[in-house]
Protein backbone atom coordinates (compact mmCIF):
# COMPACT_ATOMS: atom_id res chain seq x y z
CA UNK A 1 0.00 0.00 0.00
CA UNK A 2 1.55 3.26 -1.06
CA UNK A 3 1.34 6.34 1.36
CA UNK A 4 -1.98 8.77 1.56
CA UNK A 5 -1.05 11.86 -0.10
CA UNK A 6 0.12 14.73 1.74
CA UNK A 7 -2.11 17.03 3.80
CA UNK A 8 -1.47 20.51 4.83
CA UNK A 9 -3.50 23.59 5.62
CA UNK A 10 -4.39 26.88 7.33
CA UNK A 11 -5.70 27.31 10.94
CA UNK A 12 -6.69 30.59 11.87
CA UNK A 13 -10.08 32.57 13.05
CA UNK A 14 -11.29 33.85 10.82
CA UNK A 15 -9.91 31.96 7.94
CA UNK A 16 -11.91 32.45 4.76
CA UNK A 17 -9.51 36.07 3.56
CA UNK A 18 -6.89 33.79 3.51
CA UNK A 19 -4.87 33.44 0.45
CA UNK A 20 -2.75 30.16 1.41
CA UNK A 21 -5.61 27.67 -0.02
CA UNK A 22 -4.68 29.46 -3.57
CA UNK A 23 -1.01 29.52 -3.27
CA UNK A 24 -0.58 26.73 -2.32
CA UNK A 25 -3.20 25.07 -4.33
CA UNK A 26 -1.51 26.59 -7.54
CA UNK A 27 1.79 24.82 -6.54
CA UNK A 28 0.27 21.56 -5.97
CA UNK A 29 -1.19 21.79 -9.74
CA UNK A 30 1.63 23.46 -11.06
CA UNK A 31 4.04 20.39 -9.91
CA UNK A 32 1.56 17.67 -10.67
CA UNK A 33 1.57 16.64 -7.39
CA UNK A 34 -1.12 14.42 -5.08
CA UNK A 35 -2.05 16.09 -1.56
CA UNK A 36 -4.25 18.75 -0.14
CA UNK A 37 -4.55 21.91 1.37
CA UNK A 38 -7.15 23.84 3.25
CA UNK A 39 -8.42 26.24 5.16
CA UNK A 40 -9.50 25.55 8.77
CA UNK A 41 -11.45 27.79 10.81
CA UNK A 42 -10.44 27.36 14.49
CA UNK A 43 -11.55 28.85 17.25
CA UNK A 44 -9.00 31.15 19.77
CA UNK A 45 -9.51 28.33 22.83
CA UNK A 46 -9.32 25.29 20.82
CA UNK A 47 -5.99 25.38 18.87
CA UNK A 48 -4.37 22.87 21.37
CA UNK A 49 -7.13 20.15 20.41
CA UNK A 50 -6.80 21.21 17.23
CA UNK A 51 -3.10 20.36 16.87
CA UNK A 52 -3.79 16.94 18.38
CA UNK A 53 -5.81 16.23 16.01
CA UNK A 54 -3.72 17.24 13.04
CA UNK A 55 -1.32 14.99 14.55
CA UNK A 56 -3.77 12.06 14.86
CA UNK A 57 -5.03 12.91 11.12
CA UNK A 58 -1.75 12.29 9.80
CA UNK A 59 -1.25 15.67 8.83
CA UNK A 60 2.34 17.14 7.29
CA UNK A 61 1.73 20.51 9.39
CA UNK A 62 0.30 23.43 8.46
CA UNK A 63 0.41 27.55 8.35
CA UNK A 64 -1.01 29.46 11.65
CA UNK A 65 -2.21 32.84 11.03
CA UNK A 66 -4.00 35.43 13.66
CA UNK A 67 -5.11 35.09 16.59
CA UNK A 68 -2.75 31.66 16.84
CA UNK A 69 0.71 32.59 16.19
CA UNK A 70 1.69 32.97 19.56
CA UNK A 71 -0.13 30.16 21.21
CA UNK A 72 1.58 27.32 18.05
CA UNK A 73 4.81 28.63 19.10
CA UNK A 74 4.39 27.50 22.89
CA UNK A 75 2.20 24.36 21.80
CA UNK A 76 4.90 22.93 19.51
CA UNK A 77 7.49 20.10 20.90
CA UNK A 78 10.35 21.85 19.01
CA UNK A 79 10.78 25.34 17.41
CA UNK A 80 13.73 27.15 15.18
CA UNK A 81 15.68 29.94 16.73
CA UNK A 82 14.16 32.26 14.61
CA UNK A 83 10.51 31.43 15.84
CA UNK A 84 11.60 31.69 19.38
CA UNK A 85 13.28 34.93 18.53
CA UNK A 86 10.33 36.37 17.07
CA UNK A 87 7.98 34.79 19.97
CA UNK A 88 5.00 33.47 17.16
CA UNK A 89 5.13 30.66 14.58
CA UNK A 90 3.75 30.80 11.32
CA UNK A 91 4.40 27.56 9.67
CA UNK A 92 4.16 23.68 11.49
CA UNK A 93 5.93 20.98 9.86
CA UNK A 94 4.99 17.41 12.07
CA UNK A 95 7.10 14.69 12.09
CA UNK A 96 6.66 11.25 13.99
CA UNK A 97 4.08 12.90 15.42
CA UNK A 98 5.92 15.71 17.01
CA UNK A 99 5.05 19.48 15.59
CA UNK A 100 7.77 21.82 15.03
CA UNK A 101 7.10 25.55 15.05
CA UNK A 102 9.18 27.69 12.41
CA UNK A 103 8.26 30.91 11.70
CA UNK A 104 9.05 32.26 8.13
CA UNK A 105 7.52 35.40 7.74
CA UNK A 106 11.10 37.49 7.87
CA UNK A 107 12.77 34.92 5.54
CA UNK A 108 10.07 36.21 3.16
CA UNK A 109 10.35 39.44 3.77
CA UNK A 110 13.82 39.18 2.31
CA UNK A 111 13.43 36.59 -0.22
CA UNK A 112 10.61 39.48 -1.92
CA UNK A 113 13.34 42.20 -1.56
CA UNK A 114 16.32 39.96 -3.59
CA UNK A 115 13.80 38.98 -5.87
CA UNK A 116 12.04 42.71 -6.51
CA UNK A 117 15.20 44.43 -6.22
CA UNK A 118 18.43 42.05 -7.03
CA UNK A 119 20.65 45.35 -6.09
CA UNK A 120 19.63 45.55 -2.84
CA UNK A 121 21.23 44.95 0.51
CA UNK A 122 20.39 45.38 3.73
CA UNK A 123 23.75 46.62 4.65
CA UNK A 124 23.94 49.47 2.65
CA UNK A 125 22.07 51.83 5.43
CA UNK A 126 20.25 51.73 8.07
CA UNK A 127 16.74 50.53 7.95
CA UNK A 128 13.15 52.56 9.06
CA UNK A 129 10.46 50.20 10.45
CA UNK A 130 7.38 51.63 10.51
CA UNK A 131 4.73 49.98 12.95
CA UNK A 132 5.67 47.67 15.76
CA UNK A 133 3.18 44.68 15.48
CA UNK A 134 3.74 41.08 14.76
CA UNK A 135 4.71 41.85 11.24
CA UNK A 136 7.40 44.35 12.43
CA UNK A 137 8.76 42.18 14.90
CA UNK A 138 9.69 39.52 12.54
CA UNK A 139 11.15 42.24 9.59
CA UNK A 140 13.34 43.84 12.29
CA UNK A 141 14.96 40.46 13.37
CA UNK A 142 15.39 39.62 9.62
CA UNK A 143 16.98 43.00 8.75
CA UNK A 144 19.31 43.22 11.63
CA UNK A 145 20.28 39.29 10.52
CA UNK A 146 20.70 40.60 7.02
CA UNK A 147 23.26 42.84 7.68
CA UNK A 148 21.18 46.08 8.31
CA UNK A 149 24.23 48.01 10.15
CA UNK A 150 21.01 49.62 12.71
CA UNK A 151 17.28 48.92 12.64
CA UNK A 152 15.14 52.28 13.63
CA UNK A 153 11.83 51.31 14.83
CA UNK A 154 8.82 54.24 14.66
CA UNK A 155 5.45 53.86 16.16
CA UNK A 156 2.24 56.11 16.80
CA UNK A 157 2.10 53.84 20.02
CA UNK A 158 6.09 54.37 21.64
CA UNK A 159 5.94 51.93 23.97
CA UNK A 160 5.54 49.37 21.29
CA UNK A 161 8.74 50.27 19.28
CA UNK A 162 10.42 50.60 22.47
CA UNK A 163 9.92 47.07 23.70
CA UNK A 164 10.55 45.88 20.46
CA UNK A 165 13.70 47.41 19.78
CA UNK A 166 14.70 46.68 23.45
CA UNK A 167 13.81 42.56 22.81
CA UNK A 168 16.13 43.01 19.40
CA UNK A 169 18.71 44.89 19.77
CA UNK A 170 16.87 47.68 17.46
CA UNK A 171 16.63 51.43 18.62
CA UNK A 172 13.18 53.38 18.65
CA UNK A 173 12.38 56.49 17.75
CA UNK A 174 9.42 59.06 18.35
CA UNK A 175 6.97 58.38 15.33
CA UNK A 176 7.55 62.34 14.75
CA UNK A 177 10.87 62.13 14.26
CA UNK A 178 10.17 59.55 11.15
CA UNK A 179 10.38 62.25 8.17
CA UNK A 180 14.05 62.85 9.44
CA UNK A 181 14.88 59.39 9.76
CA UNK A 182 13.93 58.38 6.28
CA UNK A 183 16.62 61.14 5.04
CA UNK A 184 18.86 58.63 6.53
CA UNK A 185 18.03 55.40 5.62
CA UNK A 186 18.45 53.10 3.00
CA UNK A 187 16.07 50.81 3.35
CA UNK A 188 12.46 51.93 4.56
CA UNK A 189 9.46 49.68 5.74
CA UNK A 190 5.61 50.07 6.26
CA UNK A 191 4.36 47.30 8.58
CA UNK A 192 1.33 49.50 9.64
CA UNK A 193 -2.06 48.70 8.36
CA UNK A 194 -1.90 52.41 7.20
CA UNK A 195 -2.18 52.61 3.09
CA UNK A 196 -4.84 49.04 3.32
CA UNK A 197 -7.94 49.47 1.56
CA UNK A 198 -10.22 51.16 3.99
CA UNK A 199 -7.34 52.61 6.16
CA UNK A 200 -5.96 56.27 6.38
CA UNK A 201 -2.38 56.27 3.77
CA UNK A 202 0.63 56.15 5.07
CA UNK A 203 1.09 60.16 5.22
CA UNK A 204 5.26 60.49 5.50
CA UNK A 205 7.39 62.68 3.16
CA UNK A 206 10.10 61.47 1.61
CA UNK A 207 11.32 64.75 0.28
CA UNK A 208 14.55 64.64 2.11
CA UNK A 209 14.90 60.37 1.18
CA UNK A 210 18.22 59.09 -0.47
CA UNK A 211 18.13 58.50 -3.84
CA UNK A 212 19.30 54.92 -3.73
CA UNK A 213 16.63 54.34 -0.94
CA UNK A 214 14.24 51.37 -1.81
CA UNK A 215 11.05 51.37 0.09
CA UNK A 216 8.75 48.41 0.19
CA UNK A 217 5.43 48.00 2.02
CA UNK A 218 3.49 44.57 3.43
CA UNK A 219 0.31 45.93 2.67
CA UNK A 220 -0.70 44.28 -0.51
CA UNK A 221 -4.22 45.60 -0.98
CA UNK A 222 -3.69 47.62 -2.90
CA UNK A 223 -0.68 46.90 -4.02
CA UNK A 224 0.43 50.33 -5.07
CA UNK A 225 -0.01 51.86 -1.63
CA UNK A 226 0.79 56.14 -1.14
CA UNK A 227 3.61 55.32 0.61
CA UNK A 228 4.58 53.52 -2.53
CA UNK A 229 3.58 55.73 -5.21
CA UNK A 230 5.28 58.65 -3.57
CA UNK A 231 8.37 56.64 -2.74
CA UNK A 232 8.38 55.67 -6.72
CA UNK A 233 7.75 59.71 -7.77
CA UNK A 234 10.62 60.40 -6.10
CA UNK A 235 12.80 57.76 -7.72
CA UNK A 236 13.20 55.33 -4.83
CA UNK A 237 13.45 51.39 -5.58
CA UNK A 238 9.93 49.89 -4.67
CA UNK A 239 8.62 46.19 -3.97
CA UNK A 240 5.63 45.40 -3.05
CA UNK A 241 4.55 43.65 -0.38
CA UNK A 242 2.69 40.34 -2.31
CA UNK A 243 5.85 38.50 -2.79
CA UNK A 244 6.35 38.13 1.27
CA UNK A 245 3.45 36.47 1.60
CA UNK A 246 4.25 34.24 -1.48
CA UNK A 247 8.24 33.82 -0.12
CA UNK A 248 7.26 33.02 3.49
CA UNK A 249 4.97 29.98 1.98
CA UNK A 250 7.69 28.60 0.07
CA UNK A 251 9.71 26.29 3.36
CA UNK A 252 6.10 24.93 4.29
CA UNK A 253 5.40 23.89 0.76
CA UNK A 254 8.35 21.97 0.94
CA UNK A 255 8.14 20.74 3.91
CA UNK A 256 5.06 19.28 3.66
CA UNK A 257 5.03 18.18 -0.02
CA UNK A 258 8.73 17.80 -0.54
CA UNK A 259 9.14 20.17 -3.69
CA UNK A 260 11.03 23.32 -3.38
CA UNK A 261 8.62 25.84 -5.24
CA UNK A 262 9.12 29.47 -7.32
CA UNK A 263 7.66 32.34 -7.37
CA UNK A 264 6.88 33.76 -9.95
CA UNK A 265 4.07 36.07 -12.34
CA UNK A 266 1.84 33.27 -12.68
CA UNK A 267 1.34 32.32 -9.06
CA UNK A 268 0.74 36.47 -8.00
CA UNK A 269 -1.50 36.86 -10.79
CA UNK A 270 -3.15 33.33 -9.40
CA UNK A 271 -3.11 34.78 -5.49
CA UNK A 272 -4.64 38.28 -6.60
CA UNK A 273 -7.36 36.78 -8.30
P1 LIG B 1 0.42 43.00 12.93
O1 LIG B 1 0.65 42.05 14.05
O2 LIG B 1 -0.21 42.40 11.72
O3 LIG B 1 1.63 43.79 12.58
P2 LIG B 1 -0.78 44.89 14.75
O4 LIG B 1 -0.08 44.27 15.89
O5 LIG B 1 -2.19 45.25 14.97
O6 LIG B 1 -0.73 44.00 13.46
O7 LIG B 1 0.04 46.18 14.30
C1 LIG B 1 -0.49 47.13 13.48
C2 LIG B 1 0.52 48.28 13.39
O8 LIG B 1 -0.09 49.35 12.66
C3 LIG B 1 0.89 48.84 14.74
O9 LIG B 1 2.24 49.28 14.69
C4 LIG B 1 -0.05 50.02 14.87
O10 LIG B 1 0.39 51.03 15.73
P3 LIG B 1 0.02 50.99 17.31
O11 LIG B 1 1.00 50.05 17.92
O12 LIG B 1 0.19 52.38 17.76
O13 LIG B 1 -1.40 50.49 17.40
C5 LIG B 1 -0.06 50.51 13.45
N1 LIG B 1 -1.22 51.36 13.16
C6 LIG B 1 -2.49 50.97 12.97
N2 LIG B 1 -3.28 52.04 12.72
C7 LIG B 1 -2.48 53.14 12.77
C8 LIG B 1 -2.69 54.56 12.61
N3 LIG B 1 -3.91 55.05 12.32
N4 LIG B 1 -1.62 55.37 12.71
C9 LIG B 1 -0.39 54.89 13.00
N5 LIG B 1 -0.13 53.58 13.17
C10 LIG B 1 -1.15 52.71 13.06
Not at 59 to 81: I, M, R, S, Y
Amino acid sequence: MSAPPPLAGVVGWPVGHSRSPALHGHWLKLYGLSGAYVAMAVAPDALATALKGLVALGFAGCNVTLPHKEQALALADAATDRARRIGAANTLAIRQGRIEADNTDGFGFIENLRQGAPDWSAAAGPALVLGAGGAARAIVAALLDAGAPEVLIANRTPERAEALAAALGARAIPWAAAEAAAAEAATLVNTTSLGMAGQPPLDLSLDRARADALATDIVYAPLETAFLRRAAARGLRTVDGLGMLLHQARPGFEAWFGVAPEVDEALRQAVLA
